[in-house]
């Protein structure tokens, strides 16, 4: 089957110009949920907004479900939602008002019903009377959702979806996304935070200055990157790294005080029992460990490293 | 709608009420009949354009600068609508929303002065394409501001002197030389004489000039903004 989204061959270059995109090729399948991931200033943001048709393209071509966003622009921006990383609304409107406005702005009959049910799945339909300046910052972005999902897309954009937002609605956003995808919705999302994508994402797409690095199963990238590293904080602090501890590459830092090791996850032998074994025996005593994967900061700086 | 009837309907009535008190009655009444009709009934037209003017510019500027500010725009280019789409609806809207502050202003002035309209036709023609005309123009000011100051700069410097010096409140044919000429190159002149004659049947310039700079006033703004749709100024980075 034909990818719902094609990207190819897609330059932007801005008037300042700066190369926001530079010849990006990217597949997005159906019904998927799809994590781009990259740094500040990657060309994420970019992306969405010349697919959604806020920013203009150089050169190249996008095709939404078979439309071309510029020549066939009605049909592929009619299954098209998107919720922006900053919270723009007209804040004088209720939140019945402005969700039922854009549902209208995409060519769609009224339907009561739909936007009822929309504002309680978001739990916006206590407030659906009130203004938006009155709400909270998460219920702005609530309104933010409802409003993309008003005419109800095929696609969905989420540009930052979780900056800035506390735990309850974060849950409650996963849940949603999950449930849109279940609802035959495919979900596209930025973010820079990789347990989100790890934990969200079908499949995940790398970009850095503009150029999609790689784009891969979730699965597959956290093997091929699920490195994790040991910290140990020792009791007594050490001279030297004893040689008995010396077959896996374990590293002392500067003040003799803090032991790392690190290790394959996915191995099938982790090598930290006997490590810890080994520790003991050689009366070697820690006050505290911890456990932590490697970032996105490692995967960006092995990626582009490889690049170049 | 409370607000909406007070801010934009009451005001404007108000300011109206005002002009005819202080020009048509207090001035108003200690001056010779200008072109055959009385001052009070002389200054309607003017005062109606004036109204269609400052308030076309001024809706239809806000109207686009507002969403562009606060960057709700976003949701106007994404949706599934072509530039001519867009345009038309902000236009309509500020323009509909002029010309019946337009008409409530003629209603208030039959309080205060006999009016007879000679040509009803023409006087809507000229009072839609007058507040379409500007209602552009006013979309062009809202994309081109940068900040409130400059949203209200090209009205309060360029708009309303042009409108106080066209004629408004007199016929032109009144200014002493050089003055009458070079008010010739002033564009609300036309817009004002053409308006006046669709009352009273006389206006300082032939009406088919009048219509003829309306129109030209309409193209000139239609082919700016199809220049800021195809390259995308200010809208679409």
Not at chain 1, 203 to 214: E, S
Not at chain 2, 164 to 180: N, T, V
Request: contains cysteine; neutral net charge; charged residues 15%.
């Amino acid at each position: 089957m034909q990818p719902i989204i094609s990207v190819s061959a897609l330059l932007k270059t801005y008037k300042s110009g700066l190369i926001a995109l530079d010849h990006v090729d990217l597949a997005i399948e159906r019904q998927e949920i799809f994590a781009l991931l990259g740094p500040n200033g990657a060309g994420k943001t970019t992306l969405i907004s010349v697919i959604c048709g806020t920013v203009g393209m150089s050169s190249g071509q996008v095709l939404v479900d078979g439309h071309d966003i510029v020549r066939d622009y009605r049909a592929a921006r009619a299954l098209i939602g998107l919720v922006l990383q900053e919270i723009s609304l007209d804040i004088f409107a209720t939140v019945w008002n402005t969700v039922s406005f854009s549902r209208g702005l995409f060519g769609c009959w009224p339907d009561p019903a739909y936007i009822e049910r929309l504002l309680r799945d978001l739990s916006l339909w206590e407030k659906r009377d009130q203004r938006v300046i009155e709400l909270s910052g998460g219920m702005k972005r609530r309104v933010m959702i409802a409003k993309a999902l008003s005419h109800e897309p095929k696609i969905l954009f989420l540009d930052e979806p979780t900056a800035g937002v506390d735990v309850n609605l974060r849950r409650d956003m996963w849940a949603l996304v999950r449930r849109l995808r279940d609802m035959g919705v495919t979900i596209i999302l930025t973010t820079h935070y990789i347990e989100e994508a790890e934990e969200m994402a079908d499949r995940i797409g790398v970009i850095a200055q503009g150029r999609i690095l790689l784009v891969e199963d979730t699965a597959a990238l956290m093997r091929k990157f699920g490195r994790r590293q040991l910290t140990l904080v020792l009791q007594h602090p050490l001279a030297a790294l004893p040689v008995e501890l010396e077959p896996w590459n374990v590293e002392l830092d500067q003040e003799g005080q803090v032991l790392t090791y690190g290790f394959d996850a996915n191995a099938e032998s982790t090598g930290i029992s006997a490590l810890l074994r080994r520790m003991g025996e050689l009366g070697i005593d820690f006050k505290d460990l911890d456990t932590s994967r490697s970032s996105l900061e490692d995967i960006f700086v092995s990626l582009v490293d490889g690049a170049s | 709608m409370r607000r909406t009837f007070w801010q934009s309907i009451a005001t404007p009535v108000i300011t109206t009420v005002l002009y005819f008190v202080v020009f048509g009655g207090a001035i108003g009444s200690r001056m010779q009949h200008v072109g055959g009709v009385g001052y009070g009934a002389f200054i309607v037209p003017g005062l109606i354009m004036l109204t269609l003017l400052t308030q076309s510019i001024g809706n239809a500027s806000i109207a686009i600068y507002f969403p562009i500010f606060t960057k709700t725009v976003y949701e106007i280019l994404s949706a599934p609508l072509s530039a001519m789409e867009t345009v038309f609806a902000y236009v309509a809207a500020a323009a509909t929303k002029s010309v019946l502050l337009a008409l409530i202003i003629l209603g208030t002035a039959t309080f205060f002065t006999p009016l007879h309209i000679l040509h009803p036709g023409w006087m809507v023609a000229f009072m839609l394409l007058t507040a379409v005309a500007f209602s552009l123009f006013g979309f062009i000011i809202g994309i081109w501001a940068q900040n409130f100051e400059q949203l209200a700069i090209v009205p309060a410097l360029v708009v309303t002197p042009l409108t106080f010096l066209g004629g408004a409140f007199y016929s032109i044919d009144m200014l002493p030389q050089p003055w009458r000429t070079v008010n010739l190159l002033n564009p609300v002149v036309y817009l004002v004489s053409g308006f006046r004659w669709s009352f009273y049947g006389t206006g300082d310039v032939a009406v088919g000039l009048s219509l003829a700079f309306t129109g030209l006033f309409v193209a000139v703004c239609l082919a700016l903004i199809w220049w800021i749709f195809h390259t995308g100024y200010r809208l679409k980075p």
